[in-house]
């Protein structure tokens, strides 16, 4: 998922999702790649490249810096004020700020030098890339939009896996969703995808696919399977089968887990649907 000759890392080892913070109308302004690097530090050290793109008509000012962050069970991505897993102040950025004209892309550098004394374990940091892009408001003043998109990194120090579990399956009755309860014991953290098929009985309601997500080491996340409330609503109350497997890369090799679980569907759940 990333190639670039600047990170010494196998392309089975990096992963790409989504983490964008901005208005709707600065999106169009930046794109960044890869979206997610992962990376072994050796000696101490780890670095790799990140390209950012001005797809704007007008000059770009970019600043980089970077945060701690994690991704809790119940909201998912969330940036810390201080981590265990803190790599920000091992970074270095080249460059830190720079102007990108439009229509052109350039390339920042990013080096980790962790300390010797650092024990072995996964150092994480979201590296933003924010944009200062001038416009004018709706009464014609100057304004700057800030708009960020946040490339998320971890850097291994020593021998780490990832050791996944599903350990349970129940009804999110706010979310009107079916969720997968997924533990991560190992050092290391996972993006894995969910192949599910939802059973009652001998008969199959529904199949589906979960889109890889991360599950940070030592943690545990639920997944929301997608189920359209118009098919909820069709769900009677009672017992139903959840059973599938997760599949996720891990030492270059792809990796699947197979689950079977029960799920109840509260009868409560059936009649708010009816309403």
Do not use: H
Not at 38 to 62: C, F, H, L
Not at 196 to 209: A, E, M, P, S
Not at 215 to 221: G, H, L, N, P
Request: no cysteine.
């Amino acid at each position: 998922m990333f190639d670039d000759k600047w990170l010494s890392v196998a392309a089975s080892s990096i992963f790409l999702s989504a983490l964008v913070l901005f208005p709707s109308t600065a999106k169009a302004q930046m794109s960044v790649s890869p979206m997610v690097i992962e990376a072994k530090a050796e000696r101490g050290q780890a670095q790799g490249m990140i390209t950012i793109s001005n797809t704007s008509n007008a000059p770009s000012r970019v600043r980089v810096y970077a945060e701690p962050f994690t991704y809790s069970r119940d909201t998912g991505f969330k940036t810390l004020a201080s981590s265990p897993n803190d790599l920000t102040k091992y970074l270095q950025f080249s460059p830190r700020e720079l102007t990108i004209k439009p229509g052109e892309s350039r390339r920042v550098r990013i080096i980790s030098r962790l300390a010797p004394s650092l024990p072995d374990g996964e150092y994480r940091a979201v590296v933003f890339n924010e944009t200062l892009t001038d416009a004018k408001d709706n009464v014609g003043n100057n304004v700057s939009l800030v708009a960020r998109i946040g490339v998320t990194l971890y850097v291994r120090k020593g021998n780490l896996s990832p050791n996944l579990a599903v350990n349970d399956a129940n009804f999110n009755s706010q979310q009107k969703q079916i969720q997968l309860l997924i533990r991560n014991t190992g050092k290391a953290t996972a993006r894995p995808s969910v192949n599910w098929t939802l059973r009652r009985g001998d008969t199959v309601i529904k199949t589906g696919q979960a889109d890889a997500s991360a599950v940070i080491a030592e943690s545990d996340r639920y997944f929301l399977l997608s189920y359209p409330q118009q098919d909820t609503a069709a769900l009677s109350p009672g017992s139903y089968q959840l059973s599938g497997e997760l599949v996720w890369s891990a030492d270059d090799n792809k990796k699947k887990l197979p689950f079977n679980l029960n799920v109840t569907i509260p009868s409560q759940t059936a009649a708010s649907e009816k309403k």
